[in-house]
Nanobody
Framework: QVELVESGGGMVPAGGSLRLSCAAS????????MGWFRRAPGKEREFVAA????????YYADSVKGRFTISRDNAKNMVFLQMISLRPEDTAVYYC?????????????????WGQGTQVTVSS
């Protein structure tokens, strides 16, 4: 059983930056592909970014490419999402998730464990 706890959310003006963190415990962190998803009010959960176990490969949604950066520290069991040039449409609850198989990282249904989420609000 893997427990994931997100932190770092908050309220920022448009153009601002935030760094989300996700701390993992209860499993062998380096075995898992890690992803970030978000859910805006009235919308379905959507893929934001993912990173391979070895840190070599990253994946991004088109809407965040060039503005968000996913990274991980396997020694500290942490995954991060650095967000810059934030826009009001980035407002959502952000979730980190762990996937053992890594078969289709853009699909939330494939992930095995989820955090509780952290709210990000970008004001215009």
């Amino acid at each position: 059983q893997v427990e994931l706890v997100e932190s770092g959310g908050g309220m920022v003006p448009a153009g601002g930056s935030l760094r989300l963190s996700c701390a993992a415990s209860g499993g062998t962190f380096s075995r898992y592909y890690m992803g970030w998803f978000r859910r805006a009010p009235g919308k379905e959960r959507e893929f934001v970014a993912a990173i391979s176990r070895s840190i070599i490969t990253t994946y991004y949604a088109d809407s965040v490419k060039g503005r968000f950066t996913i990274s991980r520290d396997n020694a500290k069991n942490m995954v991060f999402l650095q967000m810059i040039s934030l826009r009001p449409e980035d407002t959502a609850v952000y979730y980190c998730a762990a996937d053992l198989a890594g078969s289709y990282l853009r699909n939330p249904a494939t992930y095995d464990y989820w955090g509780q989420g952290t709210q990000v609000t970008v004001s215009s």
